[in-house]
């Protein structure tokens, strides 16, 4: 009998671990696809290749979504500045797009009648792979053993012992999510409102106590050089996510608003994506006008809030990106930061396109570009609309 075709977005986890063995004991063909998004080392590859293999899967297949993550999403957040609720880079959000994306072409490309994922039924990653599996291949079906069958860990492990696979799934006190654009950290703090992350709960202690200087170089608003040397944007990010991670930069809890209505609290450790936004929010107020940056707060405000639901698929978040895109044409030059241990400092900027210019006056100096009594006539103009209010209201 022929087996059904089943793609599995397999992380190695306990969740998808579980859901190979089971679907694989069930009947179907289970082809295990991990996604690469900046996560994965390749001994780690081999690793998750082998457990899969023992979880009964029949093929196994990482896909290098490193590039595309990056040119779909992770460029589209630095132009934005996103950072959800002021704080959280969107560093798991983010990936679980490009993840659902790739994973349903590679199901569409060999076939499959099914494709399965290991989402609870109390999370943001359901609706997530859910949507996107839905808008882009609405006739294969959709298949959630964990939150269907409302599984508990302890269900979980009790099973795959029972099959004779015996892994300490027991000792993994933080569930940790890497990848290009942060990590994300989860336990038992995260689970109530007043405990905070044990520095052990973060992957990178603090290993270097001596401030750096760190000289990042952007061109039209992406990271092309960092010190002099210049390389692709992710390769950077990398180098100076390296460097960064040292200082134990980065770390912090999320508390938001999930998709499903409740609230939720996540740690989690981004460096690199910290320094770049911040970096890149500095040279972009020295070199984009007033309105400009108002406008494009509000665009990547919604941009973000749209990603982190699952809604990178409609068409509003190609009129954003194209907007993005234009206002960048300027964010060029160089951003000086200085690294110490646990938090950065911005020291300045340089570029040919800094507004900042002294010949038409500096700032609480004095006025070159205009006379005293246009000074005073364009204060009198600017007055009149909330003196004519508060001169008929102060009467009532």
Do not use: C
């Amino acid at each position: 009998m022929n087996k059904e075709t089943l793609v599995l977005a397999y992380s190695g986890g306990l969740d998808t671990s579980y859901s190979l063995r089971k679907l694989s004991q069930e009947g179907y063909e289970v082809h295990a696809v991990s996604v690469n998004t900046g996560g994965f080392s390749k001994e780690e590859i081999k690793i998750i290749e082998a457990k899969a293999v023992q979880m009964g899967a029949y093929t196994y297949q990482n896909i290098d979504a490193l590039a595309s993550f990056y040119q779909k999403i992770v460029k589209f957040l630095l132009f934005g500045n996103v950072l959800k609720n002021n704080t959280y880079p969107l560093s798991v959000s983010a990936e679980r797009i490009i993840q659902a994306i790739e994973i349903v072409q590679y199901a569409k490309k060999i076939g499959a009648k099914y494709i399965a994922h290991g989402s609870t039924g109390a999370g943001n990653d359901q609706v997530r792979f859910d949507l996107i599996f839905q808008v882009l291949a609405p006739e294969i079906k959709i298949i959630t053993l964990i939150r269907d069958h409302q599984l508990s860990r302890e269900d979980e492990i009790a099973y795959l012992k029972k099959e004779g696979i015996d892994i300490p799934w027991e000792k993994a006190q933080y569930s940790i999510n890497q990848g290009l654009w942060g990590t994300s950290v989860g336990g038992a703090e995260t689970l109530s409102s007043h405990l905070p992350l044990p520095d052990a709960a973060y992957p990178n202690p603090l290993l270097q106590t001596d401030p750096t200087n760190v000289e990042l170089e952007f061109e039209k608003g992406e990271l092309v050089g960092i010190d002099g040397v210049k390389s692709d944007s992710v390769s950077l990010i990398q180098k100076l996510q390296d460097q960064a991670k040292q200082f134990a930069i980065g770390r912090d809890i999320h508390v938001g608003d999930t998709i499903i209505g409740i609230k939720g609290r996540v740690g989690f450790e981004a460096a690199a994506p910290l320094i770049l936004i911040k970096a890149h929010h500095l040279l972009e107020k020295h070199t984009l006008s007033k309105w400009q940056q108002f406008q494009k707060e509000q665009m990547a405000n919604f941009y973000g809030m749209q990603l982190h639901e699952g809604q990178y698929l409609d068409p509003v978040m190609r009129d954003i990106e194209a907007f993005m895109e234009s206002s960048q044409g300027r964010v060029t030059g160089s951003v000086f930061v200085k690294l110490h241990p646990y938090r950065f400092e911005l020291l300045g900027i340089q570029s040919p396109f800094d507004l900042m210019q002294a010949e038409f006056g500096s700032y609480g100096e004095m006025n070159k570009g205009w006379t005293a009594d246009e000074a005073k006539g364009f204060i009198k103009l600017t007055a009149n609309a909330t003196k004519i209010y508060q001169h008929l209201n102060s009467k009532k």
